[in-house]
């Protein structure tokens, strides 16, 4: 009998040996994981960094030129409406139209390259004045091909005040619906 212990007990002891050098190589195993993905953060995050600085000084250089572009439109409106045709006039229009809404996405790529650092803000937005955003940049292929719109009333959408990607991105694929609610003024 008291061989039979005793051979249990030395099987116990192995077992108990094997079991602590798993968690020794399970450990070492999920320390190293752990310090690769420590490394992979780090370098994650000085990449973003790098991004929203590429994005800041970018948006930065882009306004110069489209400043120029805006002041000189706005002059030869100013100087040459009378020599202009209606078109023309209207062509003007549509560039500075196109202008504005540019410095807006360059004030967006901006606003991108800070909200690491901000608190991201959630608002209503007026989904009826998006709309007609996207209606005037593609005014020409709607009136191409007789596009409708379809909404009325009054829409908004709960959600984050960043921007919404440019729905001309590309115009010929991309269609987007948007989940909202009716609401009213009583709302």
């Given at each position: 009998?008291?061989?039979?212990?005793?051979?249990?007990?030395?099987?116990?002891?192995m077992e108990k040996e094997e079991l602590e050098k798993a968690v020794i190589k399970r450990t070492y195993e999920l320390q190293d994981a752990n310090y690769s993905l420590e490394e992979k953060?780090?370098?994650?995050?000085?990449?973003?960094?790098?991004?929203q600085s590429f994005a800041y000084v970018s948006s930065h250089d882009l306004q110069e030129p489209l400043r120029k572009i805006q002041t000189f439109a706005t002059r030869l409106l100013e100087?040459?409406?009378?020599?202009?045709?209606?078109?023309?006039?209207?062509?003007?229009?549509?560039?500075?139209?196109?202008?504005?809404?540019?410095?807006?996405?360059?004030?967006?790529?901006?606003?991108?390259?800070?909200?690491?650092?901000?608190?991201?803000?959630?608002?209503?937005?007026?989904?009826?004045?998006?709309?007609?955003?996207?209606?005037?940049?593609?005014?020409?292929?709607?009136?191409?091909?007789?596009?409708?719109?379809?909404?009325?009333?009054?829409?908004?959408?709960?959600?984050?005040?960043?921007?919404?990607?440019?729905?001309?991105?590309?115009?010929?694929?991309?269609?987007?619906?948007?989940?909202?609610?009716?609401?009213?003024?009583?709302?």
């Open positions: 009998m008291w061989v039979g212990t005793s051979t249990e007990f030395q099987e116990q002891k953060n780090k370098e994650l995050e000085s990449l973003n960094k790098e991004l100087k040459e409406n009378k020599n202009l045709s209606v078109s023309g006039k209207d062509y003007f229009h549509r560039m500075q139209d196109a202008a504005r809404r540019m410095q807006g996405l360059i004030d967006d790529l901006l606003s991108f390259s800070r909200i690491a650092s901000t608190e991201r803000k959630f608002e209503v937005t007026d989904l009826v004045e998006l709309i007609e955003e996207v209606k005037l940049d593609f005014k020409e292929l709607i009136e191409e091909n007789r596009g409708n719109d379809y909404y009325q009333g009054h829409l908004q959408s709960q959600g984050d005040s960043f921007p919404v990607p440019p729905a001309h991105a590309k115009p010929d694929k991309q269609f987007a619906e948007i989940p909202c609610e009716r609401t009213t003024a009583a709302d």
